[in-house]
Structures are given as C-alpha cells and as structure tokens.
C-alpha cells in the first residue's frame, strides 16, 4: 500500500513534530510506503536557517535528491514553488493552481492508495494527485490563519474542506468536526484528536531530569494567538519564578522582566528533557480571528501532561471544554497567575502512574489505530 502526506514541518529540519508527521510514521510502520510533502519552497526561501537550507535541497538537486529517506517506508520530498503560500505572495486566484505546478512526476504520475492533507497550502496539490481514498485532516480553521494567508487562499481551503474530492475528513476536534458537518452535510466527518509521543516518559539521559522550583516554560510558535504581554505581566507578579519561552525566531524582548527568558527553538531530542526540568507548561493563548472556539487540546497540552506538568491556560473558546480539569484557568494577569501557582500544585498531587496512563490512553499509536482503521473501511 503507497500513501502521501500533504504536511507542513518537515522531518529534515528537526524542531517539534505536528500530527501529519506522526500519522505519516504510523502508516510507515504498518508496512506502507508512505511520500510526505512539507511546505513547498520558493526562491524567496531566503532569510532564516530552516528556510535556506529548505532551498538548498529543494533547488539545488536534481529531482532523485529531493527525496530523503526518513525511517523505513518514509520518504521526505523538497519541492519548488514560484512563490510562497505567505499573504503577500499569494493573493489571486490564478496562483492557486500554479502554486504547485512543479510537483514532479514521481508524485503527479503515480497512483496512490491514500492521500492524507492537512489543511494547509500544500492542500492545493490535491488536484495533481491521483489516489483511491483522499482525507482531508482538518487540524486547523481555514480562517484562523487571516494573519499568514491571504482570503483568496482561505476560502479556497475552506471550500476544498466541504467539496466531494475529499472521502473523509478527520477533525482534530469537535468544534471542527461540527464545522465541517456544515460545510459538508452529506460527507462523513470523525473526530480524531490530536494526540502524544509516548518518548516524552523517557528522560533524554535515561535518568530522571531534577526538577527546577517554580518553573514555568511555553514551547510552540510566535503566533498571533500567543500573548507574550500577558507572560511579561504574570511573570512580573510572580517574581521568585522563572519563565522559559521555547520558539523559533526572534521576539522582541524590550522590557520583558528579568525571570522571563527567551531559549530559542528546541530540537526533538531534547524536548523531553527540557519538558521534565520545569513544573508548568503555559498555554497563554488570546483570541486571534476567532479560532480559539475551534481549539480544545493544542499538542502542547498533551505534551506538558505527558512530562508530568502542571497545566496553566487562558479560558477562551473551546480550550476549558477541551482540557478540563487536567488545566487550571486565568483570564488575565492576575488570574493566570493564580492558574500558575494551582497547575504547580494540581501536578504535585498526581500519582507518579498518572503522566504513563494518560500516554496509553492517548499516544499517537492509539490514533494510528484508528486512522488504519478508516483508511481500511475506505479502501475495502
């Protein structure tokens, strides 16, 4: 059996996984050839190492070096685009067609048993892409994405989400399952959440990682929907704490607080560590476009309770539906500090088997059961 993955990350350039990547490893090692596509390159891929290097491989080579062998039955492709997917770039509707209209023969000629797309860009190779079952992984509202993506291209998404070229869609949470149900009243829509790495148990020296007191540390992205001012505030309040923030990029850190600091990206391999040697993970999230009603588990939510963290949250949308008492809440600086100094202690009462129960109970090979499982119904 042979299945592509439309993603975004990318294996290559290291950094934290998304769900695409864990579900194209999942099929890999069930014994499928599986072809995973992250964001496409342009030559405008200039300015940031992971972007440089992304246009090093993908047009410095011939096609044959685009593919990189990842795992056993992974293979990672580079591809070219004219211009990138950002607002600015893309914004007519004739790009839309041509945003992935140098998508090689190997991929574009070969049939596919399974097509598996994230609602993103690389959504637009859809149409070059022959397979027997398609799934739309809807990971995201379209239109949260007003920020980076240009309407001409989020409306397109969000109609391919409710068109007929897509068997299935898998919505990573039930505000988007019941999104997707208006968009496609006659389609079948699943919920299949999002889930976590069982490596995250495993201390990176195989020994358990101290512990440092009253700590707290945010690991994902600068996003719109990530408020560094309310971080600033609660860590100014909360002044015999350290806060970590772990991001790629630069954020502009004038008048931070002295116990809020800036690390950088992390790579896979010491996520769990860096995970295990703090008390807190933060979740400071604000509203951005509305997407926070869609958003109830975000994969750092997992990860934090997978290493055995406290859970300290803003309260918007669907994220207290989604979390529940596994989170303690705040809706401004001094609640999200008291949500802090009650995470800490909510993490302190749970038994040492509780962080390994809620691995079982949700890891990425129990949602590979299920995706197996519909991808078995679809090609029966």
């Not at 979390?323 to 038994?351: H, K, N, S, V, W």
């Amino acid at each position: 059996m042979r299945a592509i993955v439309l993603g975004t990350q990318s294996f290559i350039d290291g950094g934290t996984k998304v769900g695409s990547q864990y579900l194209a490893q999942a099929l890999a090692a069930a014994g499928w050839q599986v072809d995973y596509l992250p964001t496409l390159s342009s030559p405008l891929d200039v300015v940031g190492r992971q972007r440089h290097a992304r246009l090093a491989r993908a047009w410095g080579h011939g096609i044959p070096q685009r593919a990189v062998g990842i795992s056993p039955g992974l293979i990672e492709w580079s591809l070219q685009s004219m211009f990138p997917a950002h607002r600015l770039f893309l914004r007519w509707s004739w790009q839309l067609a041509a945003y992935g209209g140098r998508c090689p023969s190997p991929l574009r000629d070969v049939p596919f048993d399974a097509c598996i797309a994230d609602v993103a860009p690389n959504m637009l190779l859809l149409h070059q892409i022959t397979a027997r079952a398609k799934v739309c992984r809807l990971n995201d509202w379209p239109h949260g994405f007003a920020r980076d993506l240009h309407p001409v291209l989020i409306n397109a998404l969000g109609s391919m989400v409710g068109a007929p070229d897509f068997d299935e869609v898998w919505a990573v949470s039930k505000p988007l399952a019941e999104y997707a149900s208006t968009l496609r009243p006659e389609g079948e829509v699943v919920h299949i959440p999002n889930g976590v790495d069982a490596r995250l148990l495993i201390p990176a020296t195989r020994s358990p990682v101290a512990r440092k007191p009253r700590s707290a540390v945010y690991v994902g992205g600068l996003t719109a929907w990530l408020d560094i001012g309310l971080l600033a505030q609660a860590a100014r309040l909360l002044p015999d704490w350290t806060f970590e923030v772990y991001s790629p990029g630069t954020p502009p850190q004038h008048g931070w607080p002295v116990n809020l600091h800036w690390r950088g990206s992390v790579g896979r391999a010491e996520l769990p560590a860096v995970l295990q040697s703090h008390e807190v993970g933060l979740i400071p999230f604000s509203e951005a476009d509305g997407r926070m009603r869609y958003v109830e588990r975000p994969l750092k939510f997992y990860e934090y309770i997978a290493a055995g963290l406290g859970v300290a949250s803003t309260d918007l949308g669907a994220l207290r539906q989604g979390m529940g008492d596994l989170a303690c809440y705040g809706t401004d600086a001094r609640t999200f500090a008291d949500a802090i100094l009650q995470a800490r202690e909510d993490a302190q009462a749970r038994p040492p088997s509780f962080a390994k129960d809620f691995v079982q109970a949700h890891d990425w090979s129990a949602r590979a059961r299920t995706m197996l499982a519909r991808l078995e119904m679809l090609l029966a």
